[in-house]
Nanobody, 114 residues
Framework: QVQLVESGGGLVQAGGSLRLSCAAS?????MGWYRQAPGKQRESVAR???????AYGDSVKGRFTISRDNAKNTVYLQMNGLKVEDTAVYYC???????????WGQGTQVTVSS
């Protein structure tokens, strides 16, 4: 069992930045982030493998950057140029393969005000 502990959410004005962190209790191949806004489906934000291969959702490309410290089993999501529509609960996840999600974090709220 791998535990995921998220941090870094909060309230920010549009155009601002936030950095989310997610620490895993053990090494695992793929880590990433989904988000879910009220009344909307869960949306893939970004993911990264232990090799450093990354992928981003279309709505965040060019604004968000995912990175990883394998020594700390920690993934980071740097969010720049935040928009009101980025408001959501952000969930960290981890998986043993690229398209497999085995574990979820508890979620952290990101609120972007206009």
């Amino acid at each position: 069992q791998v535990q995921l502990v998220e941090s870094g959410g909060g309230l920010v004005q549009a155009g601002g930045s936030l950095r989310l962190s997610c620490a895993a209790s053990a090494s695992i191949n793929t880590m990433g982030w989904y988000r879910q806004a009220p009344g909307k489906q869960r949306e893939s934000v970004a993911r990264i493998t232990t090799r450093g291969d990354t992928a981003y959702g279309d709505s965040v490309k060019g604004r968000f950057t995912i990175s990883r410290d394998n020594a700390k089993n920690t993934v980071y999501l740097q969010m720049n140029g935040l928009k009101v529509e980025d408001t959501a609960v952000y969930y960290c996840y981890a998986g043993t393969a690229l398209t497999i999600i085995n574990y979820w974090g508890q979620g952290t709220q990101v609120t972007v005000s206009s």
